[in-house]
């Protein structure tokens, strides 16, 4: 059985639609299927992350689990930043790229199972991460993505209190200085940085 963080979406039938999102007055329309994370709109964890992401101009910056593409695009169009965006998902990566030239947005797509594919560091990795691949992954990830910060660069990511969000936090403090920068509706939004 597939999941949206399969690599392989062919058991899953195709029925592509379009979503709407508008942020800080900009409306986007996103190609969608099945077989991807919230196909049907975009989802209120992402909204929040996107709500309360800081990153200066020109940044280079990673969306992990990119999807089809709304966190790295809203990103990059919001604050000019140097797109690298990466899925283990195919269908999804096929999305990001269609929906990264509709909207404009240059941007290197790699397949890759959470860092497994990524070289090189970035300014900032924003994430809504898959908390379904259970915490001894998603804890690995999270840790991973410290040796791919510059200096002075940060994660940001998303999570739900009823997924984890405060044990979560309280694991990340051990290798980051993790602070909760917003919350809304049960999600934190939280930015580490490099001790």
Same mark, same amino acid.
């Given at each position: 059985? #597939?999941h949206y963080y399969s690599e392989d979406q062919r058991?899953?039938? #195709?029925?592509?639609?379009?979503?709407?999102?508008?942020?800080?007055?900009?409306?986007?329309?996103?190609?969608?299927?099945?077989? /991807?994370?919230?196909?049907?709109?975009?989802?209120?964890?992402?909204?929040?992350?996107?709500?309360?992401?800081?990153?200066?101009?020109?940044?280079?910056?990673?969306?992990?689990?990119?999807?089809?593409?709304?966190?790295?695009?809203?990103?990059?169009?919001?604050?000019?930043?140097?797109?690298?965006?990466?899925?283990?998902?195919?269908?999804?990566?096929?999305? &990001?790229?269609?929906?990264?030239?509709?909207?404009? /947005?240059? &941007? !290197?797509?790699?397949? !890759?199972? &959470?860092?497994?594919?990524?070289?090189?560091?970035?300014?900032?990795?924003?994430?809504?991460?898959?908390?379904?691949?259970?915490?001894?992954?998603?804890?690995?990830? =999270?840790?991973?993505?410290?040796?791919? =910060?510059?200096?002075?660069?940060?994660?940001?990511?998303?999570?739900?209190?009823?997924?984890?969000?405060? !044990?979560?936090?309280?694991?990340?403090?051990?290798?980051?200085?993790?602070? /909760?920068? &917003?919350?809304?509706?049960?999600?934190?939004?939280?930015?580490?940085? !490099?001790?």
């Amino acid at each position: 059985m #597939s999941h949206y963080y399969s690599e392989d979406q062919r058991d899953v039938k #195709s029925r592509r639609h379009t979503v709407t999102y508008t942020h800080q007055d900009k409306t986007y329309r996103f190609i969608t299927d099945h077989g /991807v994370f919230s196909k049907g709109h975009v989802d209120t964890a992402t909204a929040a992350l996107l709500d309360h992401v800081s990153i200066k101009e020109g940044s280079a910056v990673l969306d992990l689990g990119c999807g089809y593409g709304v966190i790295g695009i809203v990103i990059a169009r919001a604050f000019g930043a140097s797109l690298t965006m990466s899925d283990v998902n195919e269908r999804a990566l096929d999305l &990001a790229r269609e929906n990264a030239k509709t909207h404009g /947005v240059n &941007a !290197s797509i790699i397949k !890759s199972d &959470a860092f497994e594919a990524i070289d090189g560091s970035f300014d900032a990795i924003v994430t809504n991460p898959p908390i379904r691949i259970g915490k001894p992954r998603l804890y690995g990830m =999270l840790e991973t993505a410290k040796a791919h =910060l510059k200096p002075g660069g940060a994660l940001w990511l998303v999570m739900h209190k009823k997924h984890g969000a405060l !044990s979560t936090i309280a694991h990340l403090k051990t290798h980051y200085t993790a602070d /909760v920068v &917003a919350t809304h509706k049960g999600f934190r939004v939280i930015r580490c940085e !490099s001790r």
